[in-house]
C-alpha cells in the first residue's frame, strides 16, 4: 500500500488472541476431553443405558424451566447470538420487514462489543451496518450519520488488527461504508461540503483497496458504481450538472461493463441522467432527458412483467417527463402513460392507496393544464374519501385536493363554488397548523380577496365565526346627551 494510503488511514498492529475466548475454548476442550475419558473407563452396558437416555432425550423437546414466574437463562454464547443476528438482518432485510432489521441491527451492535469489546473494527462495522439501515431502509439521515460518526471514531483510535491481506480489505471496506454512508446523509441534510469531502475520502480509499490481491476486480467495480452515483447525486443537487453527468456516465459504463445492458441497476442511474437533464432549465434538452427516461422504461421492461409495480414506477418517471416539456403531444404521451400506472396501481394496490391516489392527482394536473376542467373536478371529488381514508380528515392531502379544487373553480369563473373549497382548504389548514400558518395564512388571503366582492359575499352563508366577526363592537358608554327617561325640567 502507498504511504499516502496509510496517512488516509490508521497505524495497524498486531494483537494477541483474546485471553478470555482462548480460556474459554481450553476449558470447553478440557471438558470435552474428560467426557470422552469417561466414556471409555464405562462398560458396555452402562455406556448402552446412556445412549438410550440420550436418544430418549432428544426426542423430547423440554419446555424452559419456569421458576417463581422467571425463565430459564438463556446461555448461549454472545458470538452464536451475534451470527444469528446478523443472518436475521439480513433476511429482514430482504424481506421488507423494516422495523425487525432495524431492531436486529441494533442488537448487532450490541453484541458486536460483547464480542470484540471497544476499540474494535468489528463493532465500527456493526455501527456502519446500522446506519446504513437507517439510511437505505427508512431515509432518516440524523441517525445514519450519528451512527457512522461513532463508527469513524472507534476506527481512527487505533484499530488493532493482524496484518494479512485480508483483514486490511475487510478493514478498508468498513471505512469506505462509512465515509459512504456519511456522504449521503450529508448531501440529504444539505451539509455539501462535508458530503463531497466524504465521498471523496471513500473513492480514494476504495482505489488503494483495489491495488491489495485479496480485492476482485467485480469487487471494485460494485464499490466504483456506488460511490459514483453517490458523487452525481450531490454535484446534481448543488447545480454542477456537467460533473454530475461525469460521474452517471461512469456508472453507466462500468454497470454495463460488469453486469450487460440489460442490467436492472442502470435504471436509477437512467433516471438520474434525464433528471439532470431537465434541471438545466430553460437550457435543458428534453429529447435527450426523455431519452434516458425510456432507456429506463425499456431496461424495466426487459426484467419485469407487464402489470408490474417496478414497470409502473419507470413509466410514472417517463410520463413526468414528457410532462415537463409544456409540449401538446408531450402531454398525450404523458396521459397514456399515467393511465398504464393507474391501471397497474388499481389492481395491485387497490383504490385506497398512497400510489394509486398520487397518480390520480397527476391525471387531474394534466386535465387542468389541458383545459379539460370539468374532468379534472370530477376525478378530484372522487378521490376525497380515498385521501380522508388514507391519509385522515386534516391531512395535506385533502387541504391541496380542495385547494386545487378551488382554483379550477377560479379559473371558470365561478366565484362560488371556488369560496366553497377554499374555505374548506382553510378549516383543515388552521384546525392542522393554526391560523397563523404559513399555508393558513395564503388561503385566507385568498379568501379575503373573493369576499371583498359584494355579489359573491351575499351568495355565500356566513358562519357563526364570520357572523360574529361582522357584528358591530358592543360600546358599554351611554350617551348623555339627552335627558334620560324623557323628563324635561320645567323653566
Wanted: charged residues 30%.
Amino acid at each position: 500500500m502507498s504511504d499516502s494510503g496509510d496517512q488516509l488511514l490508521m497505524p495497524i498492529v498486531e494483537v494477541p488472541g483474546d485471553g478470555r475466548l482462548e480460556t474459554a475454548r481450553s476449558d470447553e476442550l478440557s471438558t470435552y476431553r474428560s467426557t470422552e475419558d469417561s466414556e471409555g473407563d464405562a462398560s458396555p452396558a452402562e455406556h448402552e443405558q446412556e445412549e438410550t437416555n440420550k436418544s430418549s432425550s432428544t426426542r423430547r423437546k423440554r419446555k424452559p424451566k419456569v421458576r417463581n414466574g422467571h425463565h430459564g437463562i438463556d446461555m448461549t454464547p454472545p458470538d452464536k447470538l451475534l451470527r444469528k443476528a446478523e443472518k436475521k438482518a439480513r433476511q429482514y432485510t430482504e424481506d421488507k420487514k423494516i422495523n425487525k432489521a432495524i431492531k436486529e441491527l441494533i442488537r448487532c451492535t450490541a453484541l458486536a462489543r460483547i464480542v470484540y469489546r471497544d476499540g474494535h473494527w468489528k463493532l465500527a462495522e456493526a455501527y456502519a451496518n446500522l446506519a446504513q439501515g437507517y439510511f437505505d431502509l427508512k431515509g432518516y439521515a440524523p441517525q445514519a450519520q450519528y451512527h457512522a460518526e461513532n463508527a469513524k471514531t472507534i476506527m481512527l483510535s487505533g484499530v488493532q488488527t493482524s496484518s494479512s491481506y485480508q483483514d486490511k480489505a475487510s478493514i478498508m471496506k468498513v471505512l469506505i461504508t462509512i465515509y459512504h454512508i456519511l456522504g449521503r446523509a450529508q448531501t440529504k441534510l444539505k451539509k455539501y461540503p462535508e458530503a463531497d469531502q466524504s465521498l471523496q475520502r471513500a473513492e480514494k480509499i476504495a482505489t488503494e483497496r483495489g491495488k491489495l490481491p485479496s480485492v476482485t476486480s467485480d469487487e471494485c467495480d460494485e464499490t466504483d458504481i456506488k460511490i459514483a452515483i453517490s458523487l452525481g447525486r450531490l454535484h446534481a443537487r448543488q447545480q454542477k450538472f456537467a460533473s454530475a453527468t461525469t460521474y452517471f456516465e461512469k456508472a453507466k459504463d462500468l454497470i454495463e461493463q460488469s453486469q450487460g445492458d440489460d442490467s436492472i441497476d442502470l435504471i436509477p442511474v437512467y433516471q438520474d441522467l434525464g433528471r439532470v437533464e431537465q434541471s438545466k432549465g430553460k437550457h435543458a434538452n428534453h429529447e435527450r432527458a426523455i431519452e434516458m427516461y425510456l432507456q429506463a422504461h425499456s431496461v424495466a421492461g426487459a426484467n419485469y412483467s407487464e402489470g408490474t409495480v417496478e414497470l409502473a414506477d419507470t413509466a410514472q418517471a417517463l410520463a413526468t417527463a414528457y410532462s415537463n416539456t409544456g409540449d401538446p403531444d408531450g402531454e398525450t404521451s404523458a396521459e397514456s402513460y399515467l393511465n398504464e400506472c393507474l391501471a397497474t396501481y388499481q389492481s395491485i394496490h387497490g383504490p385506497d392507496h398512497p400510489q394509486t391516489l398520487e397518480i390520480q392527482d397527476e391525471l387531474a394536473r394534466l386535465m387542468v393544464r389541458t383545459e379539460r376542467e370539468e374532468e379534472a373536478l370530477s376525478l378530484l371529488r372522487s378521490t376525497i374519501a380515498s385521501k380522508r381514508e388514507v391519509y385522515g380528515e386534516f391531512s395535506d392531502e385533502v387541504a391541496d385536493t380542495y385547494k386545487l379544487m378551488g382554483s379550477v373553480h377560479l379559473s371558470r369563473g365561478d366565484m362560488e363554488k371556488a369560496l366553497k373549497s377554499l374555505k374548506k382548504c382553510y378549516l383543515i389548514q388552521s384546525t392542522a397548523y393554526g391560523e397563523n400558518h404559513k399555508k393558513a395564512k395564503e388561503t385566507q388571503q385568498t379568501i379575503d380577496i373573493l369576499m371583498a366582492n359584494p355579489a359573491v359575499a351575499s351568495s355565500v352563508p356566513k358562519t357563526k365565526k364570520e357572523e360574529m366577526q361582522s357584528r358591530p363592537r358592543f360600546n358599554t358608554i351611554v350617551n348623555r346627551s339627552g335627558n334620560v327617561g324623557g323628563y324635561m325640567p320645567q323653566l
